[in-house]
């Protein structure tokens, strides 16, 4: 009888006993799958930020970090009846517009993916992407100390003047933040990442501007100023941390203006298999009173999601309608 009973409990513990050791090795062999060859963090594939976390924190919310459980929930409810609303007008069949109202592009931009849930780190649903200072807003000094490509602009009152005073993003030269990930706009919750041992690329769907990092490289001694700056970087054990400068100062443009002393470090940290932690301290004494910091969750998208590609208006055919425009209005009296 008790060998009977042996011989049925080794039947059922060995299946158990087998089916553990190969979950076992199915997670080693996943962990294994996001090393490089040569043992790094793997960074390659589609990924999105989609939330309605804001850059800055409410002034109303002060130095709280993070929502309660019960206020999320609230916030992405609200959420949701806006993308109803939203998709109402996407209706095939719904009415033509009154007579004599104004028509805009607002159908066009409620194809966009509407975000929904709230950006989560640490089990924290946060009120904004900066956390530093602790009162989530960016510390920006007084416009008129500020003398940067967009204020100068605006204080000069010639936007139109020719096309080098026009902001960057209508002349089709580069568009979004002054580097990808920093923030959501628009289409900008997409990116792909395709890694090596020397580089990591960056292809935002929108911006929509490949971005290199040179791995263990350097900045030139004679650097000079590019559209999203010189990006180098270097491993502290599993974080790839980035550092960039030599910023054109026409990347200047709300809500984070810059000049020639603007510098980014940028850490990227796996988090899960499926997730990676994005940070990023901004410094330029042009424009700040202090450094900030900022936390962005990303998730790798859906198999099947892609990128797309975003064509600006290639050839900048209304622009000259712009300057024209503008030409006629010098000759008013």
Not at 20 to 44: K, M, V, Y
Not at 112 to 129: C, H, K, M, V
Not at 208 to 236: L, Q, T, V
Request: hydrophobic share 35%.
């Amino acid at each position: 009888m008790l060998k009977s009973i042996i011989n049925k409990s080794t039947g059922i513990l060995l299946p158990l006993i087998a089916a553990a050791f190969l979950s076992a090795s199915f997670i080693s062999a996943a962990q294994e799958e996001l090393r490089t060859p040569e043992g790094r963090p793997d960074f390659q594939g589609y990924w999105n930020n989609l939330h309605q976390t804001p850059l800055q924190r409410p002034s109303a919310l002060g130095e709280k970090q993070s929502y309660t459980k019960e206020e999320a929930l609230a916030l992405i409810e609200r959420a949701q009846h806006g993308l109803q609303e939203r998709e109402s007008s996407l209706d095939p069949d719904r009415s033509a517009p009154e007579l004599g109202s104004r028509v805009t592009n607002k159908a066009d931009d409620d194809f966009d993916d509407f975000p929904i849930d709230i950006a989560q780190i640490n089990g924290e649903y946060r009120t904004s992407l900066v956390i530093d200072p602790a009162n989530g807003r960016l510390p920006i000094k007084d416009g008129s100390e500020i003398n940067d490509f967009f204020n100068s602009v605006l204080r000069s009152g010639q936007l139109m003047a020719g096309p080098e005073m026009a902001w960057a993003a209508e002349r089709c030269l580069i568009a979004g933040p002054q580097l990808s990930l920093m923030f959501q706009r628009g289409l900008s919750p997409y990116a792909q990442i395709v890694q090596t041992k020397d580089y990591l690329i960056i292809l935002g769907e929108y911006p929509y501007d490949a971005r290199i990092i040179r791995i263990d490289g350097e900045h030139p001694g004679n650097g000079f100023a590019k559209w999203m700056g010189d990006s180098i970087a270097h491993w502290e054990d599993d974080t790839l941390v980035v550092h960039t400068n030599n910023f054109r100062d026409e990347q200047s443009f709300p809500p984070i203006l810059s000049t020639d002393r603007f510098e980014v470090v940028e850490r990227f940290a796996l988090t899960t298999e499926n997730e990676f932690l994005y940070s990023y301290t901004v410094t330029d004494s042009n424009v700040y009173t202090q450094p900030f910091t900022a936390e962005i969750p990303f998730k790798r998208m859906a198999l099947g999601e892609v990128l797309y590609e975003y064509a600006c208006h290639e050839g900048n055919y209304s622009f000259a309608n712009s300057l024209r425009g503008a030409r006629m209005e010098d000759r008013l009296p």
